[in-house]
């Protein structure tokens, strides 16, 4: 986390993919979603404000339905472990950052949003949270990601409403 | 619980909580693992031993843990 009050314009789609294969280590994931790169957007200060959510409430609802979903199967609470430890990611990544042998893997459909995000732009690696949140915005359910919004009741036409208004020509 | 619940649970027939409890139990055993993995270093385990306790050699049990627990 940087103090710096001002968000940077534009993010690396490497930085995006780091962070959220940080977030999916922590979680014991062995691939990166589309929830997980939504928890990597926090890293641009707007996306709490636009979303009315914080990070620690994203990473908190993402835990209660996963004890849901193990209740369901009649596992109580007491079947929980501790998150993992993240490893810290560079602000602008090189190859050998990326190219890591332990390194998680993209699910296709976070490889398809981070595609679709970047695709009108001029340098197809630099891509804004507000583009990359524009498209998670179109997700359904079962998407995880849009699973996620649901437990957190993000009302997704608002906040499309609101990325319009910021974001006028994009 | 006993065999019969978690039967009875499993056949429970909304596919969405089903498939995400799926993925929850991996995420689960993936932090359990790398938890006693830890602990097991700790205490003084050789990567022989961790490799050998979760059935794959001590090089794969060494890539996979030696940054988390160094």
Redesign the interface.
């Known amino acids: 986390m940087t103090t710096e009050s001002v968000a940077p314009e534009t993010l690396h789609a490497w930085a995006i993919c780091m962070q959220a294969a940080e977030e999916a280590r922590r979680?014991?994931?062995?691939r990166y979603g589309t929830d997980h790169l939504l928890l990597a957007l926090f890293e641009d200060p707007s996306v709490e404000v636009v979303l009315g959510v914080n990070l620690q409430q994203a990473r908190q609802a993402l835990a209660s339905?996963?004890?849901?979903?193990?209740g369901?199967?009649?596992l109580g609470p007491g079947?929980?472990?501790?998150?993992?430890?993240m490893?810290a990611v560079p602000r602008k990544p090189r190859l050998r950052d990326v190219a890591q042998?332990?390194r998680l893997r993209i699910t296709p459909a976070a490889k398809k949003v981070l595609e679709e995000a970047s695709k009108s732009n001029r340098r197809r690696l630099y891509v804004t949270a507000q583009q990359v949140l524009a498209q998670i915005l179109t997700l359904q359910?079962?998407d995880a990601a849009a699973?996620l919004l649901g437990a957190l009741g993000v009302d997704t036409s608002e906040v499309r409403r609101r990325l319009d208004a910021v974001t006028p020509d994009s | 619980?006993d065999v019969e619940?978690?039967n009875l649970?499993?056949s429970?027939d909304?596919p969405?909580?089903?498939?995400?409890?799926s993925?929850?139990?991996?995420?689960?055993?993936?932090?359990?693992e790398?938890?006693h993995v830890a602990s097991a270093r700790e205490k003084g385990w050789s990567w022989q031993q961790i490799g050998d306790a979760l059935g794959v050699t001590r090089q794969s049990a060494h890539?996979?843990y030696s940054?988390?627990s160094s």
């Open positions: 979680r014991g994931d062995r339905l996963d004890h849901e979903a193990l369901a199967l009649g079947a929980d472990a501790p998150p993992l430890p490893r042998k332990d359910p079962p699973v | 619980m619940d978690l649970n499993l429970s909304d969405a909580i089903g498939l995400r409890a993925l929850a139990l991996h995420r689960l055993a993936e932090r359990v790398a938890h890539a996979k940054k988390e």
